[in-house]
């Protein structure tokens, strides 16, 4: 079964980005980073701003924007 969880909640190591809800140049952004939906991201720091590693680099996003990710959380 599969759930979604906002980035800023999101306590594990690895996911994917299941849909991002933001202002459509917030998100054209994210994505020119390597930031979209179905994107694999490993969580490399928690906080504010976060950071994650993603498409091959790592990638330090807001607190108020990882509100707006959501995140597919397998769960056996």
Do not use: W
């Not at 909640?9 to 979209?36: N, Q, V």
């Not at 994650?52 to 769960?75: E, L, N, T």
């Amino acid at each position: 079964m599969n759930s979604e969880i906002t980035l800023n909640h999101f306590i594990g190591t690895s996911g994917e980005i299941a849909r991002m809800d933001l202002p459509e140049a917030c998100a054209i952004r994210l994505k020119s980073l390597g930031l979209f939906e179905g994107q694999k991201v490993q969580l490399s720091r928690a906080g504010n701003p976060m950071i994650v590693k993603a498409a091959g680099g790592k990638i330090a996003v807001a607190g108020d924007i990882a509100k707006g990710i959501y995140m597919r959380v397998a769960h056996s």
